[in-house]
Each structure stands twice: as C-alpha cells, then as structure tokens.
C-alpha cells in the first residue's frame, strides 16, 4: 500500500507565498516522476509541475517564473514553492507520483490553496 501525505495549503493574500510538500511512504520500490497537478470548480485537472527522478522540470505557462518544484529523493518528497500567487491560482492542488517503470501512478488525497483578499 502506497500512501500520499500532502501538507501546506491554506489561504494567502495575493502575491503571497506557500510552499505544498508530498511525502510518498508504504510498498513503493522506486519512484519515477513526481508532479504536481490542480483543478479548481468547474474545470478540469491540468498539469501545475513534474520532477523527473534526475532533476528535469516541466511547468505550466501560466506558473513559469513564479512556481519552483523540488524533490528530496531521500526522503520521497516533493515539493512545490508558490510565489506571486495570483487568485486564479485557488484549487485543490494534488500530488502525483509515477513509479520508475511507468505501470503504477499514485495521487495524493488534495490540499486546498486559496488566494484571495
């Protein structure tokens, strides 16, 4: 059993500062890809930011130059630093982890992040 734990979510004023953390625990061997995915009400889940297991990053353009994702391989973690944060940034922001061969892919349970005044 594979277990996602998310934390850092919460509210922020706009142009303010979070940083989300995923720790990955139970039977995973080997962890590929980590990411970070969105989905605010009403519209559907897209891509915030993936972390190859060597480091390459992938980000969407409307977080380029704002949002930095991490991952301590150690530890199994990931994180997301969120900068500048606008309010359309506000969703459930979930952890995504694929292992290294590809076959299983595990979702964290949600944090909700909040950008308003």
């Known amino acids: 059993q594979v277990q996602l734990v998310e934390s850092g979510g919460g509210l922020v004023q706009p142009g303010g500062s979070l940083r989300l953390s995923c720790a990955a625990s139970?039977?995973?061997?080997?962890?590929?890809?980590m990411g970070w995915h969105r989905q605010a009400p009403g519209k559907q889940r897209e891509l915030v930011a993936v972390?190859?297991?060597?480091?390459?990053?992938n980000y969407a353009d409307s977080v380029k130059g704002r949002f930095t994702i991490s991952r301590d391989n150690a530890k199994n973690t990931v994180y997301l630093q969120m900068n500048g944060l606008k309010p359309e940034d506000t969703a459930v922001y979930y952890c995504?982890?694929?292992?290294?061969?590809?076959?299983?892919?595990?979702w964290g349970q949600g944090t909700q992040v909040t950008v308003s005044s």
């Open positions: 972390i190859s297991s060597v480091g390459y990053t």
């Open positions: 139970g039977s995973i061997f080997s962890v590929g890809s």
């Open positions: 995504k982890v694929v292992t290294s061969n590809g076959i299983y892919v595990y």
